[in-house]
């Protein structure tokens, strides 16, 4: 419901919480708010983007 730290989202992926683990899945996250997709809140919490409300622009022929 709110902002999840790294150990919180390797728990909830099933994945390892050692650091090798927390490690890359940070570099994820990272890139998926380099995206837009994430946020990054407090130091190492991160949660999803807003949705846009713009609509997408279509190119017609």
Known sequence: AGPLGVKDVCR?????????????MRAKLKRLVARGVLTEGPPGTFSLAPVSTASPTHQGT
């Not at 909830?12 to 890359?24: F, N």
């Open 12 to 24: 909830a992926m099933g994945t390892g919480t050692l650091a090798r683990h927390v490690e890359t």
